[in-house]
């Protein structure tokens, strides 16, 4: 072969492993969602992508065989025993060890930090996606969130490429830290959703007839707060919650009990056109979300171009910029409801508009696989730029732990 052939050549794309979510297609959360969007794009692209799954999502109809494949991505299905909440960790210590032989390991979330090194070898690269504050959430005892502390720093200590979703996040992980493995690369949204408006018949909804709310059932995301708000309003506008209530303990009966006449709880739905259809007819959409980076549901909400009101802290307003009304507290959200059920039809569409037109812009499926595409084909500092060799060591420490003061002596 001749040097001009070498050089025409194409090069081998690197193939691509991801961790860390349930397994696609998408039936859960976020993490799935952005496995099964920017997976099915790469492998569009040429790509060798394989999706790990907890268990098997899609099971062939005549067989009840796992399907290996979705939508050019390969399945890799791992079976774990139940051992309640360290099921998750063992999938993912698994899934790492199974994942080796891939070009780049790509862990969403950090909870097996300090467990990245069990998918190195030689010529590979190990890639996470540092997930908003997790240890922040007070569903986690002092145990967990000292251990959410520790293998958010392992880390950042051990990977290759650091990915945050969220610049503000960023910006509280690392504080003014520069490291050439830090990428700021957000999820996307589908602006191009059919829509069905059967979906409010079957409800017995009528467009506009409704504010709505999608969240996981926690204290962090304000669902309490925004059913009081909701209440004392005094709107006539009733309230969707989707979100699993029945398992969100005595939160979720609080949750109950504080609700409106006029609130209905439609619990976990999963499906896309159904979402897309509750949020493209509501009055507006209540995001009370505060500890994350870039949430999916937001993002949706936006493509569906859904007027949003959303609780006041840097994460939503990197997303959203300035175009949402914003709420700190409950008084704050009871003034922005009773503003919203004023709204006229002229500034509902303004204001969806809006988010939609910042949706185009920032947060499409395709820039973000543009971004992770360039990525993958870029030079590289670690192992796998050089090919087949000794592993690195671990790059040092980002930030370091802030130093405790020294306790002062009591006196007698």
Known sequence: MSAGDARTRPRRLPSLAILGCRGIPARYGGFETFAEELGARLAARGFPVTVFCQRAVLEDQESGEPVREHRGVRLEHV???RLGPRSALAYDLVSLRRARAHDVVYMLGYGAGPFLGLARRPGNEVWVNMDGLEWRRSKWGPLARSWLRRAERAALRSAQRIVFDNAAVRGVVLGGVEDARVSVIEYGAELDLEHDPGVLVSLGLRPQSYFLSVARIEPENHVLEILRAHARSGIKRALLLVGDVERAGHYGAACRAAAAGTARFLGPLFDGRTLHALRREAAAALHGHSVGGTNPALLEGMA???????????????????????????????????AADGWSGEERARRGAEHRARIAERYTWERIADEYEALLVGPRSSALARGPGSVDAPPAALPREPERAPRKERTP
Not at 308 to 336: K, M, Q, T
């Open 304 to 338: 569906a171009s859904t007027p949003l009101i959303a609780h006041d802290n840097p994460f939503n307003r990197e997303v959203l910029g300035a175009s949402a009304v914003w709420f700190r507290d409950e008084d704050g959200l009871v003034a922005a409801l009773r």
């Open 79 to 81: 079976r774990v025993p």
